[in-house]
C-alpha cells in the first residue's frame, strides 16, 4: 500500500467512524450480499452491526492482517503433527 492510500483509508474510516482495521471488515460484510445495493441505510446498518460486533469485529479485523502465509504454517504444524503421531502409533 502506497502512503496516498493510507491516508485516503484513513479519511474513509474517520468519515464512517471506524478504525481502518475495521475497513476490510465492512468489506467483506458488504461483499458478502453483493446482490443488494449498497445505499446509505445499509451502510448504516453494517456500521452499527460493526461497530456492536466489538470483539468479534476486531478479531476478524486481526485474521485480515495476518496474511495468507500465516494459514500456511498452520497446515504445516497440523501436517507435522500428523505425520508426528502416525511415527508414535498414534501417540502425541
Request: neutral net charge; without cysteine; glycine residues 8%.
Amino acid at each position: 500500500m502506497t502512503p496516498p492510500d493510507a491516508a485516503r483509508l484513513a479519511a474513509l474510516a474517520r468519515r464512517l467512524g471506524v478504525a481502518p482495521r475495521l475497513l476490510p471488515v465492512l468489506a467483506g460484510r458488504v461483499a458478502a450480499d453483493a446482490d443488494s445495493a449498497l445505499d446509505a441505510a445499509r451502510l448504516r446498518a453494517e456500521l452499527e452491526r460493526l461497530r456492536a460486533a466489538g470483539a468479534a469485529a476486531e478479531g476478524a479485523a486481526a485474521l485480515f492482517r495476518l496474511g495468507y502465509a500465516a494459514y500456511a504454517i498452520d497446515d504445516i504444524d497440523r501436517a507435522l503433527d500428523a505425520v508426528w503421531t502416525d511415527l508414535r502409533g498414534g501417540e502425541r
